[in-house]
Structure formats: structure tokens, C-alpha cells
């Protein structure tokens, strides 16, 4: 283990963490790790197109308690090193990935946290190495409903050429996250400029892209055995669980009913909030890890 990279001094205003790398199948993988060494391990994963940066307002509102934080920038995002194609972004490889991390850092039984593509890939670490407790938000855990029924923004992803050149041209989505949000002030210009830092190269965004193509469509798309497994996890996970879902998401905010209904045990936390709901309302999610560790 190693210091990550300097972050700019705007950045390190924002998150002033401790941030630390190390290397995992080749590739150097940087992280938030916050508070004591000994205490309660909460994983927080970050799905497309952000890193740990999104998690900076719940990190500093759990402050205070006896948990340690890590944060990880996944393969192409954040300070972590960035594949150039877009195949290289797999669920099982970054399910493999922050696993790894775990077990380099001797965790065990983390409370995992997710959104977005954080939710299966958290809950995939979750299965592999033994979760203690669980807090999902505006995500997709289960089973992929049959028949598949991709969103135009993933159909979109695999367009050859027109999508490369969207993606890693314009920079895509980052442009537009703020109109996914409940309050589009959440998202402003120094978060935007915060959410675009590390895709200064073209060459380096590839990430948005491979995340956008690894949502299933079919029967053998390389997703769809990994999330029916773990589906199935979540299925049968009977530890503590809370959920925080934002009703204002206009991609994954109809989920909540499904995820419930899957997690009986967990506590709701329902608002008013967009996709990002951690730029929102960070203090419901600090609150579900809060209540969820207590549980434990």
C-alpha cells in the first residue's frame, strides 16, 4: 500500500481523506480510508460516470463514529488506472477487483453500500466475502427481469462508432448528470468540474461507456449469470439492511418496490431526491449505515 496521486487543491478541499493505492491484477486501484484501523469496515461504491468524490458529504457526516471508510475509485474511474477499451469493464472483474482490496487490506464482514452500478457491485463483494450488513440506494440488485428490456441510454451504448464518439468525445454523461436530480443545484458547475477531473484525456473514457454496456440485454450477455447470482444473495441475505431511494430518479427511481420486497428486514428511506441522491441528501444515507452498524 502506497499514498494515492496528489489530488489538485480544489479537490482535496472537497475530500481530504486519507487516499491510498495499491495494485490488483496489474492495475493500480486508489481508495478512501477513513477512520480507525480496528473498527467497523463500510465499503462505499460508486457507480457510473463517478468516484469516491461522490461519497464526500456521507464520509463527513459519519465522522465521529467507530467506522472505517473505504471508498474505492473502480478501474477507469477517479485516480485509479483507466482501461482504454470499454470491454475491459465487466461486472465480475470489478466485483473481483474491490474484493481484492478487502482481502489486501484484511476485511471482513463489511456493512456494503451501493448505487447505481455500486449496488451489484457492492452486493457481488457482499456474496464473496461475507457482508455484514447492507445499504442500497436507486439501483438494480435482483434477478434481471425476463425478457430483457434495455433503456434507450444503454440500447444507445451499443451503437458502434456514434456511442465512442459521444462517450469519450463529449465526455458523456457527465454534461448532463444534473438533470437526473431532483434539485439540478446539486449538481452545479464545481460538482460537474469535480465528476469530469479525471477524464481530462479522451484516452481515459472509456469507463462511462464500458459501465453503460455492461447493463444486460440478453440471456448471454457476460452480466446476466453474474447478476442472477447475485440476486439470488440478496434473496437470501437475512442480515440488517436499510434502503434510501429517491422518487425523483428518472432512471432507477421505480425500483424501490422490487428491492423492498426482496429485503423484507430493511428500513426505508424514501425522499424527494434525483440519482445521485448522495449530492442531496447524504444525511439519510449516513443515517441507514449509522442504523445499520448499530443493528450488528
Known sequence: ???????????????????????????????VDHGPEDA???????????????WRKVIGMLDGATLRIIAPDLPGFGTSDKPRRASAHQLDMHIGTVSTLLEQLGLRAPITVGQDWGGPIACGVGERVGAAGLVIGNTAVLKPAR????????????????????????????PIMDRVQGDRRSIGIKEKLAYAWPFLRPLDRAGALGLARMVPNGEHHPSTAVMDRVGAWVESFEGPAALVWARRDPILGRGLRRHSEALPQATVRECDAGHFSQEEVPELWAAAIREVAEAL
Open 147 to 174: 425478457p430483457f428490456r434495455p433503456k434507450g441510454f444503454h440500447r444507445f451504448s451499443h451503437m458502434p462508432v456514434v456511442s465512442d464518439a459521444v462517450f469519450r468525445g463529449l465526455l458523456f454523461p457527465v
Open 40 to 54: 467497523q469496515p463500510v465499503l462505499l461504491v460508486h457507480g457510473n460516470p463517478t468516484w469516491s468524490y461522490l
Open 1 to 31: 500500500m502506497k499514498p494515492a496521486p496528489d489530488l489538485p487543491a480544489w479537490l482535496r478541499a472537497e475530500l481530504p481523506y486519507r487516499r491510498r493505492s495499491t495494485e490488483i491484477a496489474g492495475r493500480t486501484v486508489t481508495f
